[in-house]
């Protein structure tokens, strides 16, 4: 279930506290490198403020700059084939770290159904 941001790895990632290879970081976000991929390109995008998941967030500026960015690391990590951005939600959508976070995945054709 949805801890603190105390307890949380992606805000010590965000803080500095954990090394990540980070891709890139705004104001806002931080972008780094899957430890477990599951693509050639994986990468998580997540808010520096922690929301345990997306039914949390009321600001939708920062959801459109975290896709907006989403859309900028896919091109910088050229793939102009296609790529997936998914985001778990709760228990059963799959969420396994409850710090909001956008999968950029791609770099190979996706399959579906994706689950």
């Not at 990632?13 to 891709?23: L, Y």
């Not at 345990?52 to 967030?57: D, G, P, T």
């Not at 910088?76 to 956008?102: S, Y």
């Amino acid at each position: 279930m949805p801890g603190s941001a105390d307890d949380c790895i992606f805000c010590k990632i965000a803080s500095g506290k954990i090394p990540a290879q980070i891709i890139k970081e705004g104001e806002s976000y931080v972008a780094f490198k899957d430890l477990n991929p599951q693509a050639p390109t994986h990468l998580l995008l997540i808010p520096k403020d922690h929301y345990s998941m997306l039914s949390e967030v009321k600001d939708c500026n920062l959801l459109g700059t975290l896709f907006q960015q989403a859309a900028e690391l896919a091109a910088e990590m050229k793939l102009a084939d296609g790529f997936r951005l998914v985001v778990n939600t709760g228990d059963d959508g799959g969420q396994t770290v409850f710090h909001l976070h956008i999968h950029i995945l791609g770099g190979r054709r996706m399959q579906w159904p994706p689950g």
